[in-house]
């Protein structure tokens, strides 16, 4: 895996030189390092011709793959970095149920049958994650207690009250905490309610990714890292997808980069936003500086326009991440923000050090959900899931594996688009992380 080099030692020069060598650390992700799943396969070399090819080493792809193996079908999937390259590696960690945007407003953009099947089959998502984890015995460090989505002031309190009368509508067995309550589980006094799932957890993510790679292997399938898709075509009555040593001859074919695509290197590479969320992780917490944070271990975010999140890890770090990139000039407000976002939420850990720090990159699609698009015979593209690639992500990978198996859209839980654009998509990312950063540079000043 391919860690972003973060030279010149600026973002983190807010703290010690053990933070400021994080800044020239080339394997500064957490979950590189803490990964105990070991994966490794090599490039493609030669001609394969098999059923179905899938591009793309993510959650989405894996799944897919892993099913259309245990369904009997030949299978190679195509990393050109390793797997968990993109977001998949470079995650949060919360295994939520469902989606960003709530019921009522799915239903708004995909109509009261399509939005009301697709929050149902999200919704589900977390049982589907942990129990691909027990089915192989992924060792990646699952935590099922629930996520807390936290308000961070009086109007994200009533957003988290809508948000609750929404899903209890739907049948969710959310719980609404008032402020007193959410403190008491957050360990922080910031907090002012919190909107409880049980469903959801937390996982080491990098780890998941590797486990359902080396289970899609056990089942049959062809893994190749280090082999991009240079060209992808239909000649021939078969998909083609050339590598750098080798080519794959496939009858069908699923895309699942997301916002890691070989952008416009190929035609059905998909448009989306491409919006950056980074994170830092402090030194493992001794017992006494941890004290009351998150003692049920569940996972944080809140609900702020530029949100935040937080979380900890099975070594006791705390991992807290915000949306922005680390590698522009202007990204030392986004370091900078993280240790002055961790003493204003817990504010005895003054004091402690960052030993990660590292961002990845969210798709978001023109609807701000899950979209697939139709790129040819037996041809299918999965993106935009808004920074809910864990449950997400598996679930439309195992559909789009099963639909592709039956020869039917039936399994799929939204119904593809023929076409799919988002004008102005590059704009928008650049109007994102100046938001992203103007809003760091500015808040959580003490």
Avoid at 20 to 45: G, K, Y
Avoid at 80 to 105: K, M, T, Y
Wanted: glycine fraction near 14%; charged fraction near 20%; aromatic fraction near 6%.
């Amino acid at each position: 895996m391919n860690v972003i080099a973060l030279g010149g030692g600026s973002a983190l020069a807010f703290g010690a030189g053990r933070e400021r060598a994080v800044m020239d650390s080339h394997h500064s992700n957490l979950w590189q390092a803490s990964c105990r799943e070991d994966f490794r396969s090599a490039a493609l070399e030669g001609a394969a011709e098999v059923d179905l090819v899938v591009i793309g080493g993510g959650y989405t792809g894996l799944s897919a793959a892993l099913t259309a193996a245990e369904g009997g079908a030949r299978v190679v999937l195509l990393e050109g970095e390793r797997i968990g390259h993109g977001g998949s590696g470079r995650n949060v960690g919360l295994c939520n149920a469902g989606l960003w945007l709530p019921p009522e407003e799915i239903t708004k953009r995909l109509g009261k049958q399509q939005g009301g099947r697709l929050s149902q089959s999200l919704g589900a998502a977390p049982d589907m994650v942990y129990g691909l984890i027990e089915k192989h015995g992924i060792d990646c460090e699952p935590v099922r207690n629930g996520t807390l989505h936290c308000a961070h002031s009086a109007a994200g309190k009533r957003d988290l009250e809508d948000r609750h009368r929404q899903l209890r509508a739907i049948g969710a067995p959310v719980e609404l905490l008032d402020a007193t309550a959410a403190r008491a589980r957050v360990g922080s006094g910031r907090v002012k309610g919190a909107l409880f799932d049980p469903r959801a957890g937390t996982i080491q993510p990098l780890a998941f990714a590797k486990g359902l790679a080396r289970a899609a292997v056990a089942a049959g399938a062809r893994v190749f890292e280090q082999t991009p898709a240079l060209s992808v075509g239909w000649e021939n009555g078969k998909w083609e997808v050339a590598t750098p040593e080798g080519t794959v001859f496939a009858k069908s074919l699923i895309q699942a980069t997301n916002a890691y695509g070989r952008r416009d290197s190929w035609v059905h590479s998909p448009r989306m936003v491409a919006v950056s969320y980074f994170q830092a992780a402090t030194v493992p917490l001794s017992e006494a500086q941890r004290g009351g944070i998150l003692p049920g271990g569940e996972g944080c975010w809140d609900t702020a326009q530029v949100m935040s999140s937080w979380r900890l890890d099975q070594a006791g770090r705390l991992v807290i991440g915000g949306m922005g990139q680390l590698d522009h000039l202007a990204s030392r407000a986004h370091a900078n923000w993280v240790r002055r976002k961790m003493l204003r939420m817990f504010p005895a850990l003054r004091g402690v050090a960052f030993d990660y720090l590292w961002h990845g990159r969210i798709g978001l699609s023109q609807i701000y959900l899950p979209q697939i698009l139709r790129i040819g015979p037996g041809g299918l593209s999965c993106f935009g899931f808004s920074g809910r690639g864990i449950g997400p992500g598996t679930v439309f990978g195992q559909a789009m594996a099963q639909a592709i198996l039956e020869d039917s859209e039936r399994p799929l839980p939204v119904t593809p688009v023929d076409r799919q654009d988002f004008p102005w998509r590059r704009s928008k990312t650049v109007f994102y992380e100046a938001g992203a950063t103007l809003t760091h540079l500015l808040r959580d000043r003490v």
